[in-house]
């Protein structure tokens, strides 16, 4: 009895990315407030400027909470990389606080 060859694995599903040229600039944010519900995380990224009584938020990203946990493991398996290459990140021990008027749970970047 002849053996059948293996049947090939199916072909990864690619998506195809579109970057217009306005959103690869960027923008530029120092300041992160995230909010959540029962089914989505909010995350205001916001520009603020020093000496200026009001930031602006620059963008708004809305992501599922599964999508949240995602990010929260792609973001530490990054800045681990970063620091391997780099060394360790600097950060401030002490915390300025921001009045926001969000309304629901809330926690800082």
Known sequence: MAQQP?????EEQQINIELSEEVAEGEYANLAMIAHSSSEFVIDFIRLMPGLPKAKVKARVVITPEHAKRLLS??????????RSFGPVKTQTEM???PMNFSGTMGEA
Do not use: G, I
């Open 96 to 98: 300025t606080s921001f």
């Open 6 to 10: 293996p049947t090939p694995a199916p």
């Open 74 to 83: 792609a973001l530490q398996d990054n800045l681990d990389r970063y620091e």
